[in-house]
């Protein structure tokens, strides 16, 4: 069974996700932008291994506390090959142009669209969903999609980011998450869930 938790955290309100098998207690850490050390914290109370920290895309809101979660945890660091430049650049993550530019460990594995990551029972597929950004990509599994800065309550991510393109993000929307069910509940990287039914309906920005 899947479990999940969420957490908004630092200036932009980003969403950290915390999911996790309840059989096996093994957990996955989803862009840890900020108060990682009670995050860290719950999952201990809830006795989970963290096992994977992965990163939706490499924007600094969104990798900023990478670090701290990997010393804490040794878990495996996870992003698309097309992001991992923004992880030890602060001008590609756009730190640079804030008062703290943020670095982050290199990762210990790229993940590529059609890719599976195993949490105990659970099965994730990788979808590389560009727009936002190069590497942007959601986790789906049935009845769900953790979708990053690419799909919002009706919203999208900004394109208008270096790396970014309106035409890729409409693209990425319409040919991989508006052809999940409309029930898919959406866990976005900011602000409330939704579902795809939702957002293909009513989204302003990309109708279905």
């Keep these: 069974m899947l479990k999940i938790e969420s957490w908004a955290v630092g200036p932009f309100e980003v969403n950290v996700y915390l999911v996790w098998c309840t059989e096996s207690l093994q957990a996955l850490l989803i862009d840890p932008g900020g108060e990682t050390e009670r995050i860290l914290d719950f999952a201990r109370q809830e006795s989970l291994t963290i096992r994977y920290i992965l990163n939706t895309h490499g924007h600094a809101d969104h990798i900023a506390e990478n670090a701290v979660a990997k010393g804490k945890t040794g878990a495996e660091l996870l992003i698309h090959e097309d992001d991992h430049p923004m992880l030890t650049h602060s001008e590609h993550n756009l730190s640079l142009y804030f ?7 290199n990762a210990d594995r790229f993940l590529r ?12 597929s990788i979808v590389h969903t560009p727009g936002h950004s190069p590497g942007s990509i959601c986790l789906v599994r049935d009845g769900l999609v953790i979708a990053g800065d690419t799909l919002f309550y009706r919203g999208i991510g900004r394109t208008d980011l270096p790396g ?3 035409e890729t993000l409409e ?32 989204n302003p920005f990309v109708w279905g």
Excluded: W
Aim: hydrophobic share 25%; charged share 25%; glycine share 12%.
């Design 99 to 105: 008062e703290a530019p943020v670095t982050s460990p």
């Design 171 to 202: 693209r990425s929307i319409r040919e991989k998450l508006y052809i999940l069910p409309d029930e898919t509940v959406v866990y976005s990287g900011h602000g409330p869930q939704t579902t795809i039914g939702e957002e293909r309906r009513e």
């Design 113 to 124: 669209d059609g890719d599976t990551l195993t949490l105990g029972s659970l099965t994730f």
């Design 164 to 166: 970014g393109s309106m």
